[in-house]
């Protein structure tokens, strides 16, 4: 049932409405490097020092737009409800009012947290659509992060978290400037008959 609502919000999306999937990254971590990113050499694409400093961490909000592409992101030093709160409320003052919001998220306990609720209950524009246990593979921001993380998280090298908080939210803004939204073109249908397949293979057992 929740994949047949979250994949019919990503191939028939609602009229008047935003369809946003929302996570947080945590543990985005400022390393200090002994020196950048390792040039290319023979058999590997890209290499990295062994030999960093730490100088903390921050948590990375975003919510993904489905329709455009573009991303709302707000990065935080815990991600507890009360970080999650702010950033709804963040997400609320940057949509327009006339508009509803669909969001997209998991059943991490912050998200089902009572003030949370509460929060939902008083702003009845958003509507949320939970994705399956174990299946974060549906949740398009997703895909972003992994994009983020290849090309500035990993690949960078931070003196503290406020450099890597700027280098972020310049990203964000470059990012927006060209964004173009995912390809979605799976039906809940051929989802699952691929996991059906894939049980069948992991399951059976010649002994």
């Known amino acids: 049932e929740k994949v047949r609502d979250v994949v019919g919000l990503y191939l028939n999306p609602p009229t008047n409405a935003l369809v946003l999937c929302v996570d947080e990254k945590s543990q985005c971590q400022a390393l200090e490097?002994?020196?950048?990113?390792?040039?290319?050499g023979l058999g590997y694409l890209e290499g990295y020092t062994h030999d960093y400093?730490?100088?903390?961490?921050?948590?990375?909000?975003?919510?993904?737009?489905?329709?455009?592409?573009?991303?709302?992101?707000?990065?935080?030093?815990?991600?507890?409800?009360?970080?999650?709160?702010?950033?709804?409320?963040?997400?609320?003052?940057?949509?327009?009012?006339?508009?509803?919001?669909?969001?997209?998220?998991?059943?991490?306990?912050?998200?089902?947290?009572q003030n949370v609720r509460l929060w939902f209950a008083k702003h009845p524009r958003f509507q949320v659509h939970y994705t399956p246990t174990y299946s974060s593979w549906l949740n398009q921001v997703e895909t972003w992060f992994g994009i983020i993380t290849r090309?500035?998280?990993?690949?960078?090298?931070?003196?503290?978290?406020?450099?890597?908080?700027?280098?972020?939210?310049?990203?964000?803004?470059?990012?927006?400037?060209?964004?173009?939204?995912?390809?979605?073109t799976a039906s809940a249908d051929s989802i699952f008959q691929k996991l059906g397949r894939l049980c069948n293979l992991i399951s059976g057992t010649e002994h």
Not at 73 to 82: E, G, I, Y
Not at 154 to 174: E, M, P, Y
């Open 53 to 113: 400093l730490r100088h903390g961490t921050t948590t990375l909000f975003a919510a993904f737009d489905v329709a455009t592409g573009k991303v709302v992101s707000q990065c935080k030093n815990r991600h507890r409800h009360q970080e999650f709160l702010q950033f709804l409320r963040h997400i609320d003052a940057n949509v327009p009012s006339g508009l509803d919001v669909h969001i997209v998220m998991d059943n991490y306990a912050t998200h089902k947290q």
């Open 33 to 40: 490097r002994s020196q950048p990113a390792l040039p290319m």
């Open 151 to 184: 090309k500035v998280i990993r690949r960078g090298s931070f003196i503290n978290v406020k450099q890597l908080v700027a280098r972020i939210d310049a990203f964000v803004r470059a990012y927006n400037e060209n964004s173009t939204p995912f390809a979605w």
